[in-house]
């Protein structure tokens, strides 16, 4: 079985929120899925990502590969991290 760490869409219409989802890559979008691993809401600024990082890691390391929209989130909290970690060390 082959994992995806994917979004799930919710949220009524022109309002989403996502959910991030370990799921099997041949199942729907908004279906079946393994373990929830975070959410993600792209309409506050700036937007709210956050992540079980423990399971994230596991579920890396046993060979899910994200998807790019997935991707993108990993790396712009290793981002968001690294600036709060910098700030927290100025003050």
Do not use: H
Not at 16 to 28: E, G, M, Q, W
Not at 36 to 50: A, E, F, Q, R, T
């Amino acid at each position: 079985m082959a994992v995806r760490i994917r979004c799930q869409r919710f949220g009524r219409k022109k309002r989403p929120f996502y959910r991030i989802v370990a799921a099997d890559k041949d199942a729907p979008r908004d279906g079946r899925f393994i373990e929830i691993l975070g959410y993600y809401d792209p309409l506050p600024n700036p937007s709210v990502i956050k992540f079980n990082k423990e399971r994230l890691k596991y579920w890396l390391s046993v060979g899910a590969k994200p998807s790019n929209t997935v991707a993108k989130l990993i790396e712009n909290t290793k981002a968001l991290e690294e600036t709060e970690s910098e700030k927290g060390g100025q003050e």
